[in-house]
């Protein structure tokens, strides 16, 4: 690659280990929509490098705010104020998928570069559009039909067992139904939506995709993502994920598909079904960094965080490589509980050597929100497992 | 421990995991006085804790100026400017040793929590005062005198070869003058200083530890700084040093005993020198995270950074133990260079699989000054050496 990029400016430089190409880091300026846990995590890894950072944001207090250069309190759905806050950026990203895409759209065709791009962001944040474009493209995902209104979905119960998707709008399980019979029908979404065959999922798999703006790809490690059976709760998720060779290979070309066809820089996160067979289905695929990847800011040498900004800086791209095996369980706030966060049984859990905690400065806490993350390493599968539940049993986030 | 805190409290609680003594991490209020890169490495690591931060620092485009809640523009050197940053916040610490610590004696007699404290800041920051403590509680250093005016350093021709340090306001190789014959005694400072007896060195080591606020103590595995024979410039630093294990005792109690008897909370790095016979001296300690740490970021499961937090949170104090070997090289201002900075050669350094790179977010660079580090990771030694020897071939740091 560098030997091309020589040969292409003219250089050889037998004695070199400098590539003339580079002689140029300085610093970028780059934009973030949106000022959850995930810009803040972002911020986090942009210490590292010459970056001057600016987070469009409607609430001051988020986790991201006081972590830029520049924050700037705005509608990320907003066309005006998007657009004013990406214009003479070199660079701008999105921590959440509902934003103003006709203003990226527009900075686009002025020469921000927009990571995602937002042909491929209007693909994905459309439940909708998202399976046309598997089906069209030949991606293995589940069958499927669309429903404009609840009237539509009514006809469907032939279709039945079945998840109802809204189309738009859908977040952290908000807009997502599980329909086994008839009487469920009337528990669905009068809007545009999408109907989804339920298939018989043995496992579920989260890929994090790279690709860099000159289309160079790189995988990280399938994640494991385990459930709890009787809850339907993500419980923890170990990486790498334990999957026969040929089952880990169909996953790996599959997920390089999705994001190949999404002709599209960034960072992807593809989430997928295993059936008993073996079979491999696409549920749905996230356009941004994501949670199935926090594990990497302590297991892989470089994190889904770093590469994004290796992606967004021109850098070349990372080493998804394992340092350690990893599991992460989320902290979710407690149900019955609304308030200033307070987070009981972490010291217990800080006095463990191998786990890492992540909280997410979120000052109120409410039942199911995402509060922080605690990732452990370990080469033992046991010991991750062992870890993950014990932290699971002993940490929880109330009000005070 | 738990066990006693729980006796202590009248739980016995058999059942449980959850420690009720812990049932509150809550948001703590917690100050840095200087904002350079320490500073800047310190507010990464907070990212992962409730902690609501603040920075004083003359400069506001400083490395750490953007990356807390409240930066206040203030000279840290003026009492009352410090005294009004401290008041009613619940912790303060520092990143460079000259700081006002009157202030900080008064803060803390009002209930502010300083680590270090004063009264071993005042012992480290004054380099008469250091090798005064060493000597009266029998910690192996070099012979010394004092010499208060360049009249008094040219009486010390006996006394040569030897090393002549300015008492207050050395940092960073400023206020150290080499001394071999009595020609030289004309470059020695015409104030207070301490001149002390030149060790025959074999070996420069450094050792970071941590002290928490109940007395608890833990040492990082010790640092092999390596220096260029001809020009006397750090090359690189490789943990753990390679130390037969005698020295490595030897080391390990001096650098524990150093700290005990400075009887203050806080990180501090304790650099000794061993000569050829195996004998152990101190060269001087740093009461605060320190360079010679910086490779704990990617290398130890708890690094330098998140150790102090920790005890300034009063958590349990983190794992020094390391994930991987590591080396790390720092990226200093190119001679001749002045002005904003631009980074040859890091691209090519970014697209090694085990490598890391911190860049200070100095707009800057002048000649000599610390603009960055890159920490290698690997089993191997030998690779740790040929990518350090190759990064410093490789990368420099220019304007533009």
């Known amino acids: 690659m560098i030997e091309e990029l020589n040969q292409l400016v003219g250089q050889t430089a037998p004695e070199a280990p400098l590539n003339k190409l580079n002689t140029g880091i300085r610093q970028k300026r780059i934009g973030i929509l949106g000022g959850g846990q995930l810009g803040r995590m972002l911020l986090q890894a942009a210490v590292n490098y010459p970056i001057e950072t600016f987070v469009m944001e409607n609430d001051p207090t988020c986790p991201s705010a006081h972590l830029c250069h520049h924050f700037t309190r705005g509608d990320i759905t907003n066309f005006d104020e998007v657009y004013n806050f990406g214009r003479g950026l070199d ?33 994905i944040k459309n439940k909708i559009l998202q399976k046309q474009f598997y089906k069209e493209n030949a991606i293995p995902t589940s069958d499927f039909i669309i429903t404009n209104s609840l009237e539509e979905l009514k006809q469907a119960s032939d279709f039945l067992p079945a998840v109802h998707k809204i189309g738009m709008g859908g977040y952290d399980g908000r807009g ?37 703006a000159t289309g160079e790809t790189t995988l990280y490690p399938p994640v494991d993502m385990v459930f709890d059976p009787r809850l339907n709760l993500l419980e923890y998720q170990v990486s790498p994920a334990d999957l026969p060779e040929k089952t880990l290979w169909k996953i790996e070309a599959i997920a390089l598909k999705v994001v190949k066809d999404l002709k599209s820089p960034g960072i992807f996160a593809v989430e997928l079904f295993v059936d008993k067979p073996g ?22 040498y470089s994190s889904q965080f770093d590469m994004l900004w290796r992606i967004m800086l021109g850098y070349p791209l990372g080493s998804t490589e394992h340092i350690l095996p990893a599991a992460i369980v989320n902290l979710l706030g407690a149900e019955g ?64």
């Open 176 to 212: 997502v139904q599980v329909m086994k019979t008839s009487e469920d029908l009337q528990l669905g979404f009068d809007s545009p939506s999408v109907l989804e065959k339920m298939v018989a999922i043995e496992k579920e798999i989260a890929v994090i995709v790279a690709v860099s």
């Open 91 to 123: 660079a701008l990203t999105i921590e959440i998928e509902s934003v103003n895409e006709e203003a990226l759209f527009k900075l686009e065709s002025e020469g921000v570069k927009i990571y995602p791009n937002p042909a491929a962001l209007r693909i």
């Open 279 to 300: 079979n491999v289905w696409v549920n749905e695929t996230a356009p941004r960094v994501h949670n199935s990847g926090h594990h990497t800011i302590e297991a892989n």
């Open 337 to 400: 509980h609304k308030g200033e966060a307070c987070y009981e049984g972490l010291y217990d859990i800080l006095q463990l050597e191998n786990v890492f905690v992540h909280i997410y400065g979120k000052k109120e806490t409410k039942p199911g929100r995402k509060m922080g993350h605690i990732t452990i390493l370990s080469k033992e599968k046991q010991e991750l497992i062992h870890q993950a539940n014990r932290i699971k049993q002993t940490v929880k986030v109330v009000s005070q």
